[in-house]
């Protein structure tokens, strides 16, 4: 597809029913409870503890963005297609009485007309559902100040296979028009033993959509990422394929993750529990000669 066939593919989707999808008192409620950057992304937490300005793009339901404002109490930006997802993430951030300190707005990335730098640019989850990743990539990097941080998450060419795999017989079916309602439900009750931990329905449903039929979405590796990194002047500095741990040659992780499809095969063929093939990479961009 196109990348603006891709787009608005996408739009429809996530309007539909966007991901991550939970009640305003419940996402408040989370939000409140405890730091989820912190818990799972430690070089994100560090990033953002010393920050002053942060855009997440593909934000959703506001889930980071409302956190970063928050927790960090950092000026926070979101950006997302989904005109439901952004109107749930200003409900939430209202809730939690931060709206002076956040702003989402409903725009594609690719048309997103935004003159301000950020200390933190993220998209976590979001750019290996564009038409044009590398594309994607560059535009978010452009948003990164002097001395600011690209932060990426996605989908893992090796870690994503199993899942995929599992699923592949309706991830077909949706994609060809020909999912029915029992086919549906059939792959919902596949993913949610999986899953073994929601209990909210439209959250469940919103997080199998997302990871089972999607209309459209791109694998990748570090290597990869590296190669796109680079080309816009920018070098990977922490990545969770190696538990975010100091590294003297990112050539040496390129043989690291290939086993991240055995990591994934074990969890969900295995011990049948979710995994959904997913890592981060923290970028800074080069310093000049």
Same mark, same amino acid.
């Given at each position: 597809?196109?990348?603006?066939?891709?787009?608005?593919? @996408?739009?429809?989707?996530?309007?539909?029913?966007?991901?991550?999808?939970?009640?305003?008192?419940?996402?408040?409620?989370?939000?409140?409870?405890?730091?989820?950057?912190?818990?799972?992304?430690?070089? &994100?937490?560090? @990033?953002?503890?010393?920050?002053?300005?942060?855009?997440?793009?593909?934000?959703?339901?506001?889930?980071?963005?409302?956190?970063?404002?928050?927790?960090?109490?950092?000026?926070?930006?979101?950006?997302?297609?989904?005109?439901?997802?952004?109107?749930?993430?200003?409900?939430?951030?209202?809730?939690?009485?931060?709206?002076?300190?956040?702003?989402?707005?409903?725009?594609?990335?690719?048309?997103?007309?935004?003159?301000?730098?950020?200390?933190?640019?993220?998209?976590?989850?979001?750019?290996? /559902?564009?038409?044009?990743?590398?594309?994607?990539?560059?535009?978010?990097?452009?948003?990164?100040?002097?001395?600011?941080?690209?932060?990426?998450? &996605?989908?893992?060419?090796?870690?994503?296979?199993?899942?995929?795999?599992?699923?592949?017989?309706?991830?077909? &079916?949706?994609?060809?028009?020909?999912?029915?309602?029992?086919?549906?439900?059939?792959? &919902?009750?596949?993913?949610?033993?999986?899953?073994?931990?929601?209990?909210?329905?439209?959250?469940?449903?919103?997080?199998?959509?997302?990871?089972?039929? /999607?209309? /459209?979405?791109?694998? /990748?590796?570090?290597?990869?990422?590296?190669?796109?990194?680079?080309?816009?002047?920018?070098?990977?500095?922490?990545?969770?394929?190696?538990?975010?741990?100091?590294?003297?040659?990112?050539?040496?992780?390129?043989?690291?993750?290939?086993?991240?499809?055995?990591?994934?095969?074990?969890?969900?063929?295995?011990?049948?529990?979710?995994?959904?093939?997913?890592?981060?990479?923290?970028?800074?961009?080069?310093?000049?000669?």
């Amino acid at each position: 597809m196109a990348q603006d066939a891709v787009t608005a593919a @996408v739009t429809r989707f996530y309007e539909e029913l966007p991901f991550n999808y939970r009640t305003v008192a419940e996402g408040a409620a989370i939000v409140k409870s405890r730091n989820q950057v912190e818990e799972a992304y430690a070089d &994100l937490h560090r @990033v953002l503890s010393g920050a002053e300005s942060v855009i997440d793009i593909g934000c959703g339901a506001g889930w980071f963005v409302n956190t970063c404002a928050f927790h960090y109490r950092l000026p926070s930006v979101g950006v997302d297609l989904s005109a439901k997802a952004i109107a749930r993430a200003r409900e939430i951030s209202a809730e939690l009485g931060i709206s002076d300190r956040t702003e989402f707005r409903q725009c594609d990335l690719f048309r997103l007309e935004e003159p301000r730098r950020f200390d933190v640019v993220t998209s976590i989850g979001a750019l290996h /559902h564009t038409g044009d990743f590398a594309g994607a990539v560059e535009v978010a990097g452009g948003l990164v100040g002097t001395g600011g941080a690209l932060y990426l998450g &996605l989908y893992h060419a090796y870690g994503r296979k199993p899942l995929l795999e599992l699923f592949q017989r309706y991830r077909d &079916l949706s994609h060809e028009g020909r999912l029915t309602p029992a086919d549906f439900d059939e792959a &919902l009750g596949i993913y949610s033993e999986l899953d073994g931990k929601s209990t909210d329905p439209t959250f469940l449903r919103s997080w199998f959509r997302d990871q089972v039929i /999607h209309p /459209h979405e791109t694998q /990748h590796t570090l290597s990869d990422v590296r190669d796109v990194l680079s080309g816009i002047e920018f070098e990977i500095v922490s990545t969770s394929i190696n538990r975010y741990e100091p590294f003297a040659r990112i050539e040496d992780l390129f043989e690291l993750e290939r086993e991240y499809e055995e990591r994934a095969r074990q969890r969900i063929f295995v011990e049948r529990t979710y995994f959904p093939g997913f890592f981060t990479t923290l970028a800074r961009r080069r310093a000049a000669e």
